[in-house]
């Protein structure tokens, strides 16, 4: 309801170090921002997910990634879901309760606008063949039926999730919870 009140993701330029990364938030409709959230220097503020119908509740997902000539290096502890019940001036990381639990790559977040309490989440996580001697995980698409307090895995199929470099994005049906859509290559 307050127009002068703007989140903003930022990536950065993902070819190295920066310290521009992150979630900003501007209350003076962009004549000033603050940064709100910071993992680090190599990881950028990766999508922001309002509740539809209370906009104090936010989601935002943070991504470590490096681009270089010679290959894309996606994930890192970077990596991660968080969670702000004041607007985005504050941020929870969300962690465990069903969250996968290994090295995480880009992730998506939408809400249902039908229902606040239905949260759905991709994650870049792996296809469980361990990769340089560590579990990289596996599971694609999270579905939490409390506001994003539990989680639970509800598919493994990566085809829900292809090309989440370039696309990776989620979104849920205005009028029904259990149709959602996804953007991929």
């Known amino acids: 309801s307050n127009p002068d009140i703007v989140l903003a993701a930022a990536m950065g330029h993902c070819h190295g170090p920066q310290q521009e990364r992150g979630i900003y938030r501007t209350t003076d409709g962009g004549e000033t921002w603050n940064k709100v959230l910071f993992v680090d ?10 509740d539809p119908n209370n906009p104090r509740i936010l989601f935002a997902s943070t991504w470590q990634v490096l681009v270089t000539s010679w290959g894309v290096f996606s994930g890192g502890p970077g990596s ?19 969250l996968p639990t290994t090295t995480l790559g880009k992730i998506a977040v ?3 606008p039908s229902n606040s309490d239905r949260v759905y989440a991709t994650f870049e996580t792996g296809d469980g063949v361990p990769q340089e001697g560590k579990n990289i995980g596996n599971g694609t698409l999270w579905r939490s039926d409390n506001g994003g307090e539990d989680w639970e895995l509800v598919s ?19 009028d029904n919870p259990n149709d959602i859509y996804f953007i991929g290559g």
């Open 156 to 174: 493994y199929d990566h085809r829900l999730n292809e090309r989440t470099h370039y696309y990776g994005r989620i979104a849920v049906a205005p």
């Open 110 to 112: 939408a809400v249902a």
């Open 41 to 50: 220097e190599n990881t950028g503020g990766a999508e922001i997910a309002m």
């Open 80 to 98: 991660g879901l968080y969670k702000s019940t004041d607007g985005g001036a504050t941020w929870t990381h969300l962690r465990g309760h069903g």
